[in-house]
């Protein structure tokens, strides 16, 4: 869909996708058991089709051409944290572990998108570096460079 907008990537395959999903119900089940639901429902059943999914993947799709794919798909991570700060409004126990987790998650999105920076770690030694490393360093005593000089000298 190049060369379209974000409302436009966003609404075909949203009306797509409603289509197909109205034709299924069309086959299924009765029209009885749908009327029966509560308008509190419907109203949730609404505010979840038209908020969270249709504006929240056209913010998604606006993300990707200010900021590109790779940058916006970081903020992926961040699905499990809003859900459970919407379940700890729900009432819901939020523990200490993901809590720990919401933590790590946050650092990690902050710094893979550049926002927080890690200060730049020492290179690993080569194989090399690392046998020079473990050998204790022999100084010679007069004893050993008086042998060497004499055989170097012959």
């Known amino acids: 869909m190049k060369g379209s907008s974000s409302l436009e990537t966003t609404a075909y395959p949203m009306l797509i996708g ?11 089940g009765t029209s009885a058991e749908n009327a029966s639901h509560p308008p509190g429902a ?18 998604w799709n606006v993300g990707i051409k200010k900021i590109g794919a790779g940058k ?8 499990p944290v809003v859900t459970m700060i919407i379940s700890a409004m729900t009432g819901a126990a939020v523990t200490a572990s993901q809590l720990f987790g919401v933590v790590f998650v ?4 902050l710094t893979a998108s550049g926002v927080l920076s890690l200060p730049p770690s020492k290179p690993f030694p080569s194989k090399m570096e690392q046998r ?3 050998k204790k360093a022999v100084r010679p005593d007069w004893r050993t460079a008086l042998m060497l000089s004499s055989f170097f000298h012959k």
Do not use: D, K, R
């Not at 946050?106 to 999105?109: A, F, K, P, Q």
């Open 18 to 28: 409603a289509a197909a999903l109205i034709a299924i119900s069309l086959f299924t």
């Open 42 to 59: 419907w109203g949730a059943i609404l505010f979840m089709a038209l908020c969270t999914t249709v504006l929240g993947y056209l913010w």
């Open 106 to 109: 946050i650092l990690g999105v």
């Open 132 to 134: 020079n490393h473990n």
């Open 72 to 79: 916006t798909s970081l903020f992926f991570n961040l699905v």
